[in-house]
Each structure stands twice: as structure tokens, then as C-alpha cells.
T-cell receptor, first 114, second 109 residues
């Protein structure tokens, strides 16, 4: 069974802390994505990666960075957490290709920044 | 990326068939139409995908007219467990999917 796992389901951090959100997939997918989801705003794309050591900005990259050192792992980094980064963070992966747009999502990490 | 428009919310009684229509007037030749389902506190889950005409699986049917400018997700005989947000997306697999706000379906007993 395909699987995307995220390091934590719930996380509480303080303003100014550096935060790491880890995502691991076991499907050998090339593509990985980080979204955040807020009430009334749907899912918004933060960063994505089409290959190891590659990264592309999504719609809302400000305040975030990412790391993809291995194919199966995609990390989201909040360099200095702020209260407006309190949100649900969702990681996803997929294979590239024509029409192959089934993304597999992890369970999400609900981050609270105090 | 083609933009999609779908109703913000819908209500249905248990046992009814639910049809959620999505418009995507600017769909490109290479784009496929995909629908996802999301329950509270979970990530979205792929339901069905199609290019044209009709696609059916164990969960839903997807109807796509010849001009492909819209699509309809059909859920047969819904139950309370079908209460969720449903997202309609279009894409060619080579660029990230853009999730809108989806349609919040509430199934009532």
C-alpha cells in the first residue's frame, strides 16, 4: 500500500523557533509537494520538487525553505516561525508523466506557533 | 493552469445520488480532469480521473461532455460517511495541481 508519512501530527512551537517538517514517501516518486491549508482558503502550494536537490517555489514560499537530499524525503523548514504560520501542513508525492496527476497525500501536520 | 469553478457547498439526504458540477472553460488539450475527496483532519484522497466521455469506478462516476469545458462528479446513494470536501482539478501531470476551495458536501440522515 502506498504511503506518505509526516513526522508529526501535531506540533507546537514558539515564535522565532526554527521548525522542521519532514515528509517521507515509499513509492519512489520523483515529485514531492508541500501545501498549507487554512480555513476558507483551501490548499495553497508552498514549494515543490521534481527531483533530488531540485526545488521550485509555489504560490506562497515566503517564510519557508525546503530540502530534498534524498528522493524519498522532502523537508519543509520554517527559519523563524511566526504566528501567521499556524496552519495544517500537507505533504504529497506523485509520479511525473502525461495525465499522471494522482497525488498521494500524507496525514498532515497541524502546527501551532505561539 | 486552467481554473476551475465549483459550488461552495451542497446538502443531500442519505441514499440520494449527488452530482457536483465543475466548470473549466480554459482546459487545455493535454489536461486531464481529476477529483479529490478530503475528510476533516486528513489529506485529500484521489477519487477519479478522466479525459473525456464517462469514467466509472467503485466510488464514483465522472461525466465529461465533448467540449470538456465542464465535468460532473456523480456519487451514487450517498451515506453520512461521504460528508467531505470535494475538489475538481485539471492538469497535464507536468505542473503542480492547483487546489481551489472545493465543494463542501453535507449528507443528512
Amino acid at each position: 500500500d502506498v504511503k506518505v508519512t509526516q513526522s508529526s501530527r501535531y506540533l507546537v512551537k514558539r515564535t522565532g523557533e526554527k521548525v522542521f517538517l519532514e515528509c517521507v514517501q515509499d513509492m519512489d516518486h520523483e515529485n514531492m509537494f508541500w501545501y498549507r491549508q487554512d480555513p476558507g482558503l483551501g490548499l495553497r502550494l508552498i514549494y515543490f520538487s521534481y527531483d533530488v536537490k531540485m526545488k521550485e517555489k509555489g504560490d506562497i514560499p515566503e517564510g519557508y525553505s525546503v530540502s530534498r537530499e534524498k528522493k524519498e524525503r522532502f523537508s519543509l523548514i520554517l527559519e523563524s516561525a511566526s504566528t501567521n504560520q499556524t496552519s495544517m501542513y500537507l505533504c504529497a508525492s506523485s509520479s511525473p508523466g502525461q495525465g499522471a496527476i494522482e497525488q498521494f497525500f500524507g496525514p498532515g501536520t497541524r502546527l501551532t506557533v505561539l | 493552469l486552467a481554473k476551475t469553478t465549483q459550488p461552495i457547498s451542497m446538502d443531500s439526504y442519505e441514499g440520494q445520488e449527488v452530482n457536483i458540477t465543475c466548470s473549466h472553460n480554459n482546459i487545455a488539450t493535454n489536461d486531464y480532469i481529476t477529483w479529490y475527496q478530503q475528510f476533516p483532519s486528513q489529506g485529500p484522497r484521489f477519487i477519479i480521473q478522466g479525459y473525456k466521455t464517462k469514467v466509472t469506478n467503485e466510488v464514483a462516476s465522472l461525466f465529461i461532455p465533448a467540449d470538456r469545458k465542464s465535468s460532473t462528479l456523480s456519487l451514487p446513494r450517498v451515506s453520512l460517511s461521504d460528508t467531505a470536501v470535494y475538489y475538481c482539478l485539471v492538469g497535464d501531470g507536468n505542473t503542480p495541481l492547483v487546489f481551489g476551495k472545493g465543494t463542501r458536501l453535507s449528507v443528512i440522515a
